[in-house]
């Protein structure tokens, strides 16, 4: 069973994440990472994270244009997250270029 056959449409009508988690016997990590094969498969399941949150799929219309709008800028959000914390290691990387050991020095400074 997917998560795209047991989610409703709208974003108001989201099913939490718990819940699908038990209505397919799935562990969280299980959940996320079917929720997003079936989107990389180009089924539409889209979470929300305003309360209560959960997994739904886009309304019809321009309602849904602007759930799937939504669900974009969150993923873009996390995404320059990400990339913030790459550039932040990779900076430490750096630093560290040729030590055998991390040394207090290499650590990252308090900001």
């Not at 929720?35 to 089924?43: I, P, S, V």
């Not at 994270?49 to 939504?70: A, D, L």
């Not at 914390?85 to 430490?92: C, L, N, T």
């Amino acid at each position: 069973m997917k998560i795209y056959d047991i989610v409703p449409q709208g974003e108001e009508n989201a099913i939490p994440a718990a819940e699908v988690c038990r209505i397919l016997g799935v562990t969280p990590r299980e959940r996320r990472a079917i929720a997003a094969r079936e989107l990389n498969e180009g089924l539409l399941v889209l979470y929300t994270t305003e309360k209560p949150g959960g997994y739904f799929k886009p309304s019809p219309g321009e309602k849904g244009r602007q759930e799937i709008q939504r669900f974009r800028a969150r993923e873009l959000a996390r995404l320059r997250s990400f990339g913030k914390k790459i550039k932040v290691a990779d900076d430490i990387l750096r630093q560290c270029t040729g030590q055998t050991q991390l040394d207090p020095p290499c650590a990252p400074k308090e900001v």
